[in-house]
């Protein structure tokens, strides 16, 4: 519905209840982005970084949308990195979205 900031409080709420859920603290990341509160999506997803995680939908939203922070803070070195991480670590998931990002962000660096 577009109200971006009730969702993160309500995300806030979740935590709260239930530090430990991935898909909670990557939902808040990406809507973070949704914002613009990139710096602070990126904070997010650096302390979701080492965690272990293998559901193909919430690795590619992951990389994703964080690569795509570093990218709005200028970090395009740092974000090309992290879309190469993901094409070779997770060699078994699909790799179209995260590619075609790498390209895009290689035709406009």
Sequence with gaps: MGDYHAAINLMDRCLDLNPGNLSYQISRCCLL?????????????????????????????????????????GKYDDALELYDEYLIKYEEFPKVEIQNEKNRLILIK
């Excluded at 613009?36 to 990389?63: P, Q």
């Design 33 to 73: 982005v949704s914002i613009g509160s990139f710096e602070g999506a990126v904070i997010g997803f650096e302390k979701v970084y080492d965690t272990y995680f293998d559901d193909y939908n919430l690795v590619k939203l992951f990389y994703l949308k964080y690569g795509q922070a570093l990218q709005r803070m």
